[in-house]
Each structure stands twice: as C-alpha cells, then as structure tokens.
C-alpha cells in the first residue's frame, strides 16, 4: 500500500516562498522518480518538478530558477523549496511517481495560494 501525504502550503504574496514536504510510505520511494505535480483551477494536472533517486533533477520551464526538488531516501520525504512566487503558482500541489504515478495514491494535495 502506497500513501503519500503532502503539506506545506499556504497563503504567500507574490515573490514569497513556500517549502513543500511529501511523506511516502510503501515501498515505492526509494527505487522511483518522484515528481511535484500540481492542478490549478480549470486546469488540467501538470508536472513541476522530478527528481531520480539519484538526485538528478527536471524541472517545468515554469519554475526553472526558482523551484528547488529535493528528497531525503531515508525518510522517504521529497521536498519543494519554492521561491519567487508568482500568482500562476497557485494551485493544488501534489507529489506521486514520475512518469508513472499510482492512480489511488493521490492524496488530498497542499493548497499554495499566492497573492498579487
């Protein structure tokens, strides 16, 4: 069984920061790509950023430069260091298995709203 709870969000003006955390649990962390996933309203789910278990990353042109992806194996904790917010950042924000993320593990998001 896979779950993956994420937290950190919140209410941020324009050009604050918000860290991000996504706890796993199950097997699945350790041996995949996770990603950031996020869904803005009226719009369909898009990946942010990825990050191997290697380390290396992948990031949406978006947020490149001021989105950082991270994650701890040990803890089996992926992070998302958010700075330089803009208003399109607001969206739900979701962590899962990138390219192929489980279908039932989607959690209930954490909400970042940024103001103008």
């Known amino acids: 069984q896979v779950q993956l709870v994420e937290s950190g969000g919140g209410l941020v003006q324009a050009g604050g920061s918000l860290r991000l955390s996504c706890a796993a649990s199950?097997?699945?962390?350790?041996?995949?790509?996770m990603g950031w996933y996020r869904q803005a309203p009226g719009k369909q789910r898009e990946l942010v950023a990825s990050?191997?278990?290697?380390?290396?990353?992948n990031y949406a042109d978006s947020v490149k430069g001021r989105f950082t992806i991270s994650r701890d194996n040990a803890k089996k904790t992926v992070f998302l260091q958010m700075n330089s917010l803009k208003f399109e950042d607001t969206a739900v924000y979701y962590c899962?298995?990138?390219?192929?993320?489980?279908?039932?593990?989607w959690g209930q998001g954490t909400q970042v709203t940024v103001s103008s």
């Open positions: 899962n298995p990138y390219p192929r993320p489980v279908s039932y593990a």
């Open positions: 199950g097997s699945i962390f350790s041996i995949n790509t």
């Open positions: 990050i191997t278990s290697g380390g290396i990353t």
